[in-house]
Structures are given as structure tokens and as C-alpha cells.
């Protein structure tokens, strides 16, 4: 049997490790030149006028909600069919959630679900980009021009994808990143923000490192040692050694897009005339960044037991999401009713997702469809 094949890892080289050790030879482990290096670099690969970078991708969701100090009990519509972070978010600044249906084909939020859950209450919309591929960008800025509403793009899926040819970033209020190592590129832990509005991105990195406003001897003329505290920030930066390790993946990042597109067509060249699964489906007007390969399965077949035996043959399949409505903390809070989200039930009965990251190669991918023959070869004899 083929040893385990995950269904995420990340790719790290002796150049990464390189980058990594000259920074743990340096006088600067955190705080240094490497952050503000990272920044702009990431600023330059998105188009972006502004990053910032934090320690996870939870963090830069967290501070982004924070940035727009939204009244308490206010309502933010999100997807249901994403990692909790998204929605968690939401909690962390006293705000509630409010769930949108998704469309079938993509998985992403509906942009119709989105218009039928506005209420007085609703101030700002948080769309993930799921597996990569963008969502109806443009429907859902008309949504929030229409409603005066913030825009959130979570992108932790997504960085390098394009939306009408220009490259995801700048479309909403905030864009968010993630270096995860399941996701594209990694610096252990590490998320980022970026966004076009300068004080936007000055309440970002105010609010990044405890809420001090280090600029004010500058701004006032005050003694050197002098800083204010102007709102209740946190400790989320992200060390110059993560940095590092950031700067160098960045470099490979379109390399390993172009590799994930390449053994995603692998699997949909095999899978694409099964008429027991259906593979994915990409818009377009899109460039999708593939961090995830998904398939549904036809409803006749058990989803729960095509996942063991592909685990009992060692392939790292995995289930994203469990509707975040389905938690026992969102059910004991929220009163959500389980018939608003029609399509985020069925997709969720029938999903799957398949191994995909940088070194996963073909002999893998014809044992992974082999396989996957084999479940269903078992099912229709029965
Ligand atoms: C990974 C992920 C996050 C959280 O990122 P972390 O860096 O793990 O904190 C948020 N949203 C989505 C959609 C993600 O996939």
C-alpha cells in the first residue's frame, strides 16, 4: 500500500531553511527589517497599498473586524461553509453572525442569500473565496454600496487567484491571508491583511501590537520614549524568522499554483466522466488559486463510508466544511434554523475533498481515482 498521502502539506525547501537561519544568525528575531520586507512584498504580488502581517489568519480577521468599531449586537453575514475562524471573528468583536446559503457549483456564498438576510441591524459582509476560486466580487460590492455595508474578503483560499483578470487584494475594505502550512504558502503559523486605505492600515498595526501608537513623539514632538495606548490592542505580530520564511515561499508561490492547477486537471481528466461524482466547477472570469480540490458525490452513494475506505487506504481525505451552525456553541447561542440553508446540507452530505498540495505526484493521483474505482465498483455489485 502506498504510504499515507495527507490532503495538505506544505512545501519548504534549502533555500527557505537558509533565509530562516540568517535571520536566527541576525540581531533581529522580531520587530525587524524582515517584517516590513514581508509586508511589501506581499503589497506587491497583490497590489495592494498597504499590508499588514500577523501571526495567524484567525488574528487578521480578528483585528480587521476590529478596525471598523462596529456597535455591539450589530449584524455581519458570512457563509456557513467555511473554517469557524470566519465566523469566530465575528463573536470575538460582539457583533453576530449571520448565515447566507452557498451556491451549489462553487461552494460560495449566494449573493441573492446575502440581499435576503439585510436587515437594519447588518453593517458588514465577511465572502470567503472557497478552494480558491473568487466569489461574485462584483454582485457583492453592488450588495454593500447598495447598503452601506463593509467588505471583508477572506482569502485564505485564494491568494494569487484573479477576479477579471487583476489579482485578489484590493477588492474589499480587507483582504485576508493565511500561511497556514495546508495553505499555499507558509510561515509556520502567520496571516496577513491587506487593504488600500491608509488609516485602515494604521489602525491595523496599532491594533497588531497591544493598541500603541508609536509615531506620537514624531507626531507631537514628544521625548523619544513616549507612546500612547489609543485602543485595546493585542500582541498578534509575527516574528522575523516567520517572515523570512514568508519572503522565500512568496517567491515560489506562482510556481506552486501553476502545479496545483496542473494535478488538479490530473484528477478532473480521470474523474470528469464519472457518473458518480461531479467534479469541480471553475467560472469564467476567475483564475483559480486551488488550495482545495473538491468533488460531491452522486446521492445514492454513502458519503461517511467512502471516506473510511479511503482512509483505510491511506489517502488523506478530508471533509471542508461541517456548517459552522452544526457546533454545539453556535446552536447554544443562535437559534438557527437548518431550512435556511438548503444547498449548504445537500454539498455538505456529499462532499469530499481529495489530497492536493505541491509534492503530491501522479502515481498518487491514479492510486487516489484507483481507488475510488474500487469504492464504487463495491457499491454498484451491491
Ligand atoms: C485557514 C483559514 C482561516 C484561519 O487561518 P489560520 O491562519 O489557521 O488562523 C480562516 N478562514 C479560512 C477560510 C481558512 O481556510
Wanted: proline fraction near 3%.
Amino acid at each position: 500500500m502506498e504510504d499515507y498521502i495527507p490532503y495538505g502539506l506544505h512545501s519548504i525547501d534549502e533555500r527557505d531553511i537558509a533565509e530562516v537561519l540568517n535571520v536566527l544568525r541576525s540581531k533581529w528575531i522580531t520587530t525587524g527589517p524582515k517584517v516590513q520586507e514581508f509586508e511589501k512584498a506581499i503589497s506587491k504580488y497583490t497590489g495592494a497599498k498597504y499590508t499588514t502581517v500577523v501571526n495567524s489568519g484567525t488574528s487578521a480577521l480578528d483585528i480587521a473586524v476590529k478596525v471598523f468599531d462596529i456597535k455591539t449586537g450589530s449584524e455581519v453575514i458570512t457563509t456557513p461553509f467555511t473554517f469557524m475562524a470566519t465566523s469566530n471573528a465575528i463573536l470575538y468583536n460582539n457583533l453576530v453572525p449571520i448565515f447566507a446559503d452557498i451556491i451549489k457549483e462553487t461552494r460560495n456564498i449566494d449573493p441573492d442569500a446575502i440581499r435576503s438576510r439585510i436587515t437594519k441591524k447588518t453593517k458588514a459582509i465577511i465572502y470567503v473565496d472557497y478552494a480558491g476560486q473568487p466569489c461574485d466580487i462584483k454582485e457583492i460590492q453592488e450588495i454593500a454600496d447598495d447598503h452601506d455595508l463593509y467588505l471583508i474578503e477572506d482569502a485564505c483560499h485564494a491568494i494569487g487567484s484573479e477576479y477579471e483578470g487583476k489579482k485578489i487584494g484590493t477588492f474589499a475594505d480587507f483582504t485576508i491571508f493565511s500561511f497556514h502550512p495546508v495553505k499555499h504558502i507558509t510561515t509556520g503559523e502567520g496571516g496577513a491583511v491587506t487593504t488600500n486605505d491608509p488609516i485602515f492600515d494604521e489602525k491595523l498595526k496599532i491594533l497588531r501590537n497591544h493598541g500603541i501608537d508609536k509615531d506620537l513623539h514624531k507626531r507631537q514632538s514628544k521625548a523619544d520614549y513616549a507612546y500612547d495606548m489609543k485602543l485595546l490592542g493585542r500582541n498578534y505580530r509575527l516574528t522575523d524568522i516567520q517572515c523570512a520564511l514568508g519572503i522565500s515561499q512568496l517567491k515560489k508561490l506562482d510556481y506552486f499554483i501553476d502545479k496545483r492547477n496542473m494535478l488538479t486537471k490530473s484528477y478532473s481528466k480521470i474523474l470528469d466522466n464519472n457518473d458518480f461524482i461531479e467534479t469541480p466547477t471553475v467560472r469564467p472570469d476567475i483564475k483559480h488559486a486551488w488550495h482545495l480540490y473538491t468533488i460531491l458525490l452522486d446521492e445514492r452513494l454513502n458519503r461517511d463510508e467512502f471516506f473510511q475506505f479511503m482512509k483505510n487506504n491511506n489517502i488523506g481525505v478530508n471533509v471542508h466544511y461541517i456548517p459552522i451552525y452544526h457546533f454545539s456553541y453556535y446552536k447554544t447561542r443562535f437559534n438557527f434554523k437548518i431550512d435556511d440553508f438548503p444547498v449548504t446540507e445537500e454539498v455538505f452530505k456529499r462532499i469530499i475533498t481529495l489530497p492536493l498540495h505541491v509534492g503530491l505526484n501522479q502515481t498518487q493521483i491514479h492510486y487516489i481515482c484507483n481507488k475510488i474505482e474500487e469504492f464504487l465498483l463495491n457499491v454498484v455489485k451491491k
